[in-house]
């Protein structure tokens, strides 16, 4: 069969690095902390402790930027693909505060002498993604000027969520420093 | 984990974010929660379009609603029914109203005044599915 032996070559043509397996163990375990998640109840829409973008952030400082953004975009759209929520107001909303926070995430890190810790990092990146998230809320879905009263109480929470998430991700760094990949 | 050991996790840079975020988020509180002044009435009623006032050119509106004409006055940036053919008057006593967001209305004239502070309503109000 010329069709299949054709398929077999492309495949073969396909082979998986180290940094793809990397990005497929990290992108599952994103994955799944962010389907578990999912089902914790919020007193106050929007209101989450946000550790999937933990594994966004150890990656981030274990292996850099661009497997950073591969980790965290697989996450989203996988996710919401298993959530049934894909190109829903959620996946929306979703998106965009992990591009938000992918790119402050990537300017804190091109920064001369890197200053930011993971808890700097992580306070940066749950800053941006909950602004994007109000953001995006109001453009697209809530065109009402009274959604931003809800934002003082957001990024309270995204402070008191990306300190202690900074503080788990320095423990887990410390506990991880022997690996020298994981 | 004791509290030294927690603080030096703290790069010096984390520790001016953190500080420097807390006083933004104080901040917030102030700008976001206190009440933004309206520059725009939107009236609506059945008997007529939607009547778009803007509250900086003082004048009496009368509109035409269920029961017959109700009256607002806009002044200095406010608005009030100063006559409705309803029995209570309840929309008659509500007085002066000046926050953008805020909505009152004459339930039996079926007519609702709404305040705003943007030149133009969006054509939704909320999308969620």
């Given at each position: 069969m010329p069709l299949s032996s054709n398929i077999q070559k492309n495949l073969n043509r396909i082979s998986l690095g180290h940094k793809d397996q990397l990005i497929a163990g990290f992108a599952a375990l994103a994955i799944t902390i962010h389907l578990l998640e999912s089902t914790l109840p919020s007193p106050i829409p929007g209101i989450k402790p946000g550790l999937a973008n933990l594994v966004t952030l150890y990656v981030l400082i274990r292996h850099g930027w661009s497997l950073a953004l591969n980790v965290s975009l697989i996450r989203v759209i996988a996710a919401s693909l298993l959530l049934g929520s894909f190109l829903s107001p959620t996946f929306a909303m979703s998106l965009?505060?992990?591009?938000?926070?992918?790119?402050?995430?990537?300017?804190?890190?091109?920064?001369?002498?890197?200053?930011?810790?993971?808890?700097?990092?992580?306070?940066?990146?749950?800053?941006?993604?909950?602004?994007?998230?109000?953001?995006?809320?109001?453009?697209l879905f809530i065109p009402h000027a009274s959604l931003f009263t809800l934002l003082p109480i957001l990024l309270t929470a995204a402070l008191i969520s990306g300190t202690f998430g900074g503080i788990l991700v320095s423990k887990i760094l410390e506990r991880t420093h022997d690996l020298t990949d994981t | 984990m004791n509290h030294s050991g927690l603080a030096s996790l703290f790069?010096?840079?984390?520790?001016?974010?953190?500080?420097?975020?807390?006083?933004?988020?104080?901040?917030?509180?102030?700008?976001?929660?206190?009440?933004?002044?309206?520059?725009?009435?939107?009236?609506?009623?059945?008997?007529?379009?939607?009547?778009?006032i803007d509250l900086n050119d003082p004048k009496v509106h009368n509109v035409k609603g269920h029961l017959g004409i109700s009256t607002l006055k806009v002044h200095d940036g406010q608005i009030r029914f100063t006559a409705s053919p309803c029995k209570n008057k309840i929309c008659i006593q509500s007085g002066w109203h000046q926050h953008g967001g805020a909505i009152t209305a004459c339930l039996p004239n079926r007519i609702s005044v709404q305040l705003t502070s943007q030149s133009s309503t969006p054509g939704y109000d909320a999308i969620i599915f």
């Open positions: 965009a505060g992990a591009v938000a926070s992918l790119a402050v995430l990537g300017l804190a890190w091109i920064c001369p002498g890197k200053p930011f810790g993971p808890i700097g990092l992580s306070i940066l990146a749950a800053m941006a993604h909950i602004s994007a998230q109000v953001i995006t809320a109001y453009l | 790069t010096i840079a984390d520790k001016i974010l953190f500080f420097f975020s807390a006083a933004l988020i104080i901040a917030s509180y102030f700008y976001f929660w206190q009440s933004t002044p309206a520059h725009y009435a939107v009236v609506k009623s059945p008997q007529q379009n939607a009547l778009f």
